[in-house]
């Protein structure tokens, strides 16, 4: 089994920072790329930012010099670090990482429960 744990959510004024934790464990042989995902209320869920396993990162636009996407190998973590937050940005954050597991011939999916980031004033 393969789980995904997010941590770092919550309430924020504008122009304030939070940062955005996930852990993977379980039988897991190898984490091609990771990423995070959101969800706005009454909107797709979108994707925020990827980083592949050699570290190659990618943003949408609506972040790109606001967050920072970062992973740890060796403890299978990924963090997203989101500085000048905005009313916009408030949404459920999804981790999600591309996993083979241990006598596993493929890579599949797998999806964090999701946590709240919710910037208002």
């Known amino acids: 089994q393969v789980q995904l744990v997010e941590s770092g959510g919550g309430l924020v004024q504008p122009g304030e920072s939070l940062r955005l934790s996930c852990a993977a464990s379980?039988?897991?042989?190898?984490?091609?790329?990771m990423g995070w995902y959101r969800q706005a209320p009454g909107k797709q869920r979108e994707l925020v930012a990827t980083i592949t396993s050699g570290a190659n990162t990618n943003y949408i636009d609506s972040v790109k010099g606001r967050f920072t996407i970062s992973r740890d190998n060796g403890k299978n973590t990924v963090v997203l670090q989101m500085n000048s937050l905005r009313p916009e940005d408030t949404a459920v954050y999804y981790c999600?990482?591309?996993?083979?597991?241990?006598?596993?011939?493929?890579?599949?999916?797998?999806w964090g429960q999701g946590t709240q980031v919710t910037v208002s004033s």
């Open positions: 379980g039988s897991i042989k190898v984490i091609y790329d």
């Open positions: 999600n990482a591309e996993i083979q597991r241990t006598y596993s011939s493929s890579a599949l999916q797998y």
